[in-house]
């Protein structure tokens, strides 16, 4: 199965973002400085975890990569910015049990896995069978606090991941490099024409 396949899965909602002015700044500029950064909710390893997750989620290509347009500072700020004090949290505590199994998967702390450790652990939680995912589903939309500990461990983990999924795909589609250069965009609207065959159309328009 594809990459693009799996992260289809599990195609839950974790809430409506609105990007920040302080976060939308740091996607005007194509190519960031990635290694010299300050971080201002990202840890050390959550930083370079981000980082990874974010270059297997969009990858360079035919596209520009989430790395390019500076997605990782983007959910550094977001997560910043807009969770509250508790998604906050949930998201520290996601990332250490990431970080714990796949240490226990590599026998490396996250800041020295290889990034095919850290994909292949991250493709995991979302290729699963129908009867699998639909259990996740049912756990993230239960209360925490009714959980055993280890599926408070798996609830943690999955809102980490959903976030820095979420927030990257924000990012992306926000970024004024792929909103004039990837998908259709028209500065000067013209004329409307409502009946258009979808095979003319092409990529999304920006709005």
Same mark, same amino acid.
């Given at each position: 199965?594809?990459?693009?396949?799996?992260?289809?899965?599990?195609?839950?909602?974790?809430?409506?973002?609105?990007?920040?002015?302080?976060?939308?700044?740091?996607?005007?500029?194509?190519?960031?400085?990635?290694?010299?950064?300050?971080?201002?909710?990202?840890?050390?390893?959550?930083?370079?975890?981000?980082?990874?997750?974010?270059?297997?989620?969009?990858?360079?290509?035919?596209?520009?990569?989430?790395?390019?347009?500076?997605?990782?500072?983007?959910?550094?700020?977001?997560?910043?910015?807009?969770?509250?004090?508790?998604?906050?949290?949930?998201?520290?505590?996601?990332?250490?049990?990431?970080?714990?199994?796949?240490? &226990?998967?590599?026998? %490396?702390?996250?800041?020295?896995?290889?990034?095919? #450790?850290?994909? $292949?652990?991250?493709? @995991?939680? /979302?290729?699963?069978?129908?009867?699998? &995912?639909?259990?996740? %589903?049912?756990?993230?939309?239960?209360?925490?606090? #009714?959980?055993? $500990?280890?599926?408070? @461990?798996? /609830?943690?983990?999955?809102?980490?991941?959903?976030?820095?999924?979420?927030?990257?795909?924000?990012?992306?589609?926000?970024?004024?490099?792929?909103?004039?250069?990837?998908?259709?965009?028209?500065?000067?609207?013209?004329?409307?024409?409502?009946?258009?065959?979808?095979?003319?159309?092409?990529?999304?328009?920006?709005?």
């Amino acid at each position: 199965m594809k990459r693009r396949e799996v992260l289809k899965g599990l195609g839950l909602a974790t809430g409506f973002l609105v990007a920040t002015p302080a976060a939308l700044s740091v996607l005007q500029s194509c190519k960031g400085k990635e290694e010299t950064w300050s971080a201002v909710f990202l840890n050390p390893e959550e930083k370079n975890l981000v980082a990874n997750l974010v270059d297997i989620i969009l990858p360079s290509g035919n596209t520009p990569g989430g790395l390019e347009l500076n997605l990782p500072q983007f959910i550094d700020l977001m997560c910043m910015d807009t969770l509250s004090e508790e998604e906050q949290l949930l998201f520290h505590e996601g990332s250490k049990v990431f970080g714990n199994r796949l240490e &226990e998967i590599s026998g %490396k702390k996250t800041k020295k896995a290889a990034k095919k #450790d850290i994909e $292949e652990l991250f493709l @995991s939680y /979302f290729q699963l069978e129908p009867e699998d &995912e639909g259990k996740v %589903k049912y756990m993230l939309y239960g209360n925490r606090d #009714d959980l055993g $500990e280890i599926e408070k @461990s798996n /609830f943690d983990l999955y809102k980490f991941l959903f976030t820095v999924r979420q927030l990257s795909l924000l990012g992306y589609f926000t970024s004024e490099k792929v909103g004039t250069e990837v998908l259709n965009f028209d500065p000067i609207p013209g004329e409307y024409i409502p009946c258009i065959p979808v095979s003319e159309i092409g990529n999304a328009w920006t709005i």
